[in-house]
């Protein structure tokens, strides 16, 4: 079974910054885009940030955009998000996700079902 971890969640001030990491058990997502998911209370899962593997292109969602940055290390096979300028309505459990297919995250498509366990973050108001 393939697994992501993540980690680096946590609580915060509003306008504060968090760290999440995630690393792939499998050699294999190295050649795999790599992305971060946010799922809130009683809201459906939304697309966050994501990375192409072969020239480290990057796509925002439009809110975080400015603030949110993705990167990757290939040589470890994990992906960061870099998260500033926390806002309340960022709270959410944040997921990884491993895609073969880099476009499913600039169009917006279904992502493969490479997952990891999540992690919580908190931003209080």
């Known amino acids: 079974q393939a697994q992501l971890v993540e980690s680096g969640g946590g609580l915060v001030q509003a306008g504060g910054s968090l760290r999440l990491s995630c690393v792939a058990s499998?050699?294999?997502?190295?050649?795999?885009?790599m992305g971060w998911f946010r799922q809130a209370p009683g809201k459906a899962r939304e697309f966050v940030a994501g990375?192409?593997?072969?020239?480290?292109?990057?796509v925002y969602a439009d809110s975080v955009k400015g603030r949110f940055t993705i990167s990757r290390d290939d040589r470890t096979s994990a992906v960061s998000l870099q998260m500033n300028d926390l806002k309340p309505e960022d709270t959410a459990v944040y997921y990884c996700?491993?895609?073969?297919?880099?476009?499913?995250?600039?169009?917006?498509?279904?992502?493969?079902?490479?997952w990891g366990q999540g992690t919580q973050v908190t931003v209080s108001s």
């Open positions: 996700n491993a895609d073969s297919d880099y476009s499913h995250y600039v169009f917006g498509e279904r992502p493969e079902d490479y």
């Open positions: 990375i192409s593997w072969s020239d480290g292109s990057t």
């Open positions: 499998e050699r294999r997502f190295r050649r795999y885009a």
